[in-house]
């Protein structure tokens, strides 16, 4: 079925240290991954993406892996910044029915100065 | 940078009421969604719209729900007889190209309804 989901609902890290984010999904026929972060009283906004074709991708500050074999997504915040407290979602992009979004549960980052 | 806007920014309503969303998505996108977010929980998908049709809609998008595009430039979400648990955020979202990455899509801020 459609189903992507966070193993963690909060997340603490002290500004400056690595942040780690991850989500699980069982739809294996899912050809594309997302990740958006959400601040209070916002939107979805797009971080970065991945195609199932790929292990990792590095953007700024931020890296996206993919594990096809555990079904399993990460995200990797560099240097983790106060700007950087917010809700982050993984999504699933299923192209097959209209471009819809599948999200998953949500993890909040909270960042200590 | 182009934007998706949405008004109003927070609706409140009695149940049983009809209320419009109104989404100005980016110009040159021809993919148009809703979702809906209730507090504290994740994004949920209600509907695509493509070529003035829906291509997609959740089982949440019952027949209360009904969009729109009347003008061109405007994508509506009408909920004709609101309950109170369709008290949510909900987004609207436009994309130019399916194909081009998921960088294109772009959400609004939302309408925050609430159903008193």
């Known amino acids: 079925g459609e189903s992507v989901g966070l193993h963690l609902p909060t997340l603490s890290v002290q500004e400056g240290d690595n942040s780690i984010i991850n989500c699980a999904y069982s739809n294996s026929a899912s050809d594309y991954f997302i990740w958006y972060k959400q601040e209070s009283g916002k939107g979805p906004q797009f971080i970065i993406d991945i195609r199932s074709n790929m292990d990792k991708r590095q953007g700024q500050r931020v890296t996206v892996l993919l594990n096809k074999t555990v079904k399993h997504l990460s995200l990797q915040i560099a240097a983790t910044q106060p700007g950087d407290s917010a809700v982050y979602f993984c999504?699933?992009?299923?192209?097959?029915?209209?471009?819809?979004?599948?999200f998953g549960q949500g993890t909040e980052l909270s960042v200590k100065p | 940078e182009p934007e998706v806007t949405q008004t109003p920014s927070h609706q409140v309503t009695q149940m049983g009421q009809e209320v419009i969303l109104r989404c100005v998505p980016i110009?040159?996108?021809?993919?148009f969604y809703w979702y809906r977010q209730i507090l504290g929980q994740k994004v949920e998908f209600l509907v695509s719209?493509?070529?003035?049709?829906?291509?997609?809609k959740s089982e949440i998008f019952d027949d209360q729900f009904s969009v729109e595009r009347p003008d061109g430039s405007n994508f509506t979400l009408k909920i004709r007889s609101t309950k109170l648990e369709d008290s949510a955020m909900y987004f609207c979202?436009?994309?130019?190209?399916?194909?081009?990455?998921?960088?294109?899509?772009?959400f609004g801020a939302g309408s925050r309804l609430t159903v008193l």
């Open positions: 719209f493509y070529n003035n049709e829906i291509s997609e």
């Open positions: 999504a699933e992009i299923f192209y097959n029915q209209g471009g819809k979004l599948i």
């Open positions: 979202a436009s994309n130019g190209n399916l194909y081009s990455g998921a960088n294109v899509l772009t």
């Open positions: 110009s040159n996108h021809l993919y």
